[in-house]
RNA sequence: GUGGGUAUAGCGUAGCUGGUUAACGCGUCAGUUUGUGGCACUGAAGACCAUCGGUUCGAAUCCGAUUAUCCACCCCA
């Protein structure tokens, strides 16, 4: 047993499993790319401030959440989330200066200090999407549509999309003052997170799981109902193209999200199927974070998806991404010779892209073909004296048992590479057949 | 930061109210007559029973502390 282990919170993604990382991540690119997003690539690590001015100084995450290193002078954090790094990096190059909307997408892990849970780890990757440029709903319900598509594509079920508006400035700054009106008069039973909360962020209140405090909320007055003239509008027309989307929706006004860039449009995609961190996806509209950090005022928007999160709710849903591994033909010699000969035959089959594997264990026959095998191995060729002394083995299909005589000449990787192809042809017709 | 649960071979578990070589399944390795896998069978390797301390003639088993981990709160993806 290593002593050194892996800090809390941390995932190694073995063998067994990358798999379906690499097929979720090829899955996320495609769809990507179809909506028009382009991947952009940013550091892993930011100057502090960054997070602070965006994020927001009151935030947990902010608060007690940032993994943060003094160097020198300066002091750096690990990206708690992908959107500020991502703004700075459109900002210093100047993305904003050309064709809009800009719409870039990144594959990236993120830190946060929490206690681990079921969906929940210190380290954690996220498929995330900011598209800058637009005010107009239709981008909007264009980027829920993403996140729809590939939570759709890659298979899985009984997702709920809630929306809800949080307004911009002015008319939060009525709501606010509603709901501390609205709370001031319940103030000896608020608990004490929500206490503090009344003065700074008010809306948090509505989230509070304590179950005094949310039959207090039940009753608060409704974001929804205080909104500005532009916001309700942009709210209107965003159900409306969800509608011709026809993606499904809840309206929920407890959505609260807990980043203070967010205006106007906030949503969040959960499932029930992971415990109690069910929110996979989660974004919505920030159109004053550009200007805010030093950019020209531009809308823009995004949103965060949990990939862990997203992996979780496909195992438990038994839904699976990869095929199990194979290799294409295991080379089974007898006698020093024939191990020679399979040596070089493997290395020829390989440069030809065939997925071949031979013996480095020095191995019985029985003992590489039960290898073969647990390989998965399409395909074995026994290579003795014989078959040297003949020039000519056979090639034994292990899923029919069927036997096809090859020639060991020059040729052989070729050959065996038709031989292949033939293959899975021959499985494919019989498939589309049945089709 | 606050609760609660759990800690036994690579993985999953058993081990009842303390008593000689800690068990089982999976996995790994070797073999079941000499040149062919999946099934079955045989055997082997692999655990200072998380750590430290205490109770006891004697502790994996009881008590305490520490650490790790899981779940939940909080918060978020």
């Given at each position: 047993m290593a002593n050194i282990k892996r800090p809390n919170g941390t995932e190694d993604i073995l063998p067994s499993v990358s798999r379906d990382w690499q097929n979720l991540e090829r899955m996320l690119r495609e769809i990507a790319d179809v909506y028009g997003f382009r991947e952009i690539r940013v550091p892993?690590?930011?100057?502090?401030d960054l997070f602070c001015r965006s994020v927001g100084e009151t935030t947990d995450v902010v608060q007690k959440e940032m993994y943060t290193v003094s160097a020198k002078e300066s002091k750096f954090t690990l990206r708690p989330e992908g959107t500020a790094g991502t703004i700075r990096a459109m900002l210093q190059n100047g993305l904003l200066n050309e064709a809009l909307p800009q719409r870039v997408y990144y594959i990236l892990s993120c830190f946060r200090h929490e206690r681990p849970q079921a969906g929940r780890l210190r380290e954690f990757h996220q498929f995330g999407v900011e598209m800058a440029g637009s005010p107009h709903a239709s981008a909007d319900a264009e980027v829920i549509s993403l996140a729809k598509q590939i939570i759709d594509m890659v298979g899985i079920k009984g997702i709920e999309l809630y929306i809800n508006s949080i307004g911009c400035p002015t008319c939060r700054k009525a709501y606010h003052k509603a709901l501390q009106e609205y709370f001031a008069a319940s103030k000896d039973q608020l608990c004490e997170t929500c206490l503090s909360r009344l003065e700074k962020n008010p809306m948090r209140i509505l989230d509070c799981k304590s179950p005094i405090c949310g039959e207090i909320a039940k009753d608060a007055p409704v974001i929804l109902d205080y909104l500005c003239d532009e916001c309700s509008t942009h709210f209107a027309q965003l159900k409306k193209h969800l509608e011709m989307l026809k993606i499904e929706y809840k309206v929920n006004p407890k959505i609260v999200r807990g980043l203070d860039y967010y205006t106007k449009t906030v949503f969040e995609f959960v499932t029930t199927d992971i415990g109690a961190q069910g929110t996979v996806c989660g974004g919505g509209r920030y159109d004053g974070l550009i200007g805010q950090l030093g950019g020209p005022e531009t809308p823009a928007l995004g949103f965060g998806m949990g990939l862990e999160r997203l992996l979780l709710t496909l195992r438990n849903q038994g839904v699976t991404l990869s095929e199990e591994d194979t290799c294409d033909i295991y080379l089974a010699p007898m006698g020093e010779a024939a191990a020679d000969k399979a040596f070089e035959l493997t290395a020829a089959l390989r440069q030809e892209g065939i997925a071949a594997q031979t013996d480095v264990m020095g191995r019985s026959l029985r003992a590489q073909m039960k290898y073969a095998d647990k390989m998965n191995a399409k395909f074995t060729i026994v290579i003795g004296d014989n078959e040297i002394a003949d020039g000519l083995a056979d090639i034994k299909n292990m899923k029919t048992g069927e036997k096809t005589r090859i020639a060991l000449t020059d040729t052989f990787a070729e050959n065996f590479s038709t031989l292949l192809l033939d293959s899975l042809f021959a499985g494919e017709d019989t498939e589309s057949l049945l089709g």
């Open positions: 892993t690590f930011e100057q502090t």
